[in-house]
């Protein structure tokens, strides 16, 4: 059974780990976007290259974390990389694909919460900026 990875799903799974509601990521995407627009986005099994690239730079997360991420394989590499130089195996097309982990998962967990952090005082100015404007 082939596992097709749902790009839109993904755009949305890593926009609520960021915390990051539909309506800011419509804002950041430009004018022509609304929270309606982001959330049949999401529905969509592939998206448009340029479009993935947009969200990739709004977000900032590589197009590759879009394009490549299978809850299936994460939640096996996560599950195995309690440890520095994990090993996670995970099965794709019949042959066995191994995954050696070099970094400690809590560093990764700090960066990102670090990330979130920033992103969202980046979206606290912006809000500020719209409402002095007003």
Known sequence: MEHKIHQGRNVKRFREMLGIKQEALALDLGDDWNQKKVSLL???????????????????IPVEA?????????????????????????????????????????????????????????MINKLEKLIQDK
């Open 66 to 122: 879009f394009q490549n991420f299978d809850e299936e394989q994460a939640v096996n590499i996560i599950a195995n990389t309690f440890h520095d130089s994990a090993v996670a195996n995970t099965f794709k097309d019949e042959s066995q694909v191994n995954f050696n982990c070099s970094f400690n998962p809590l560093d990764k967990m700090v960066e990102l919460y670090e990330r979130m952090l920033k992103q969202q005082e980046e």
């Open 42 to 60: 999401e529905q969509k099994e592939i998206i448009e290259d340029p479009l993935l690239k947009r969200i990739s730079e709004v977000l900032k």
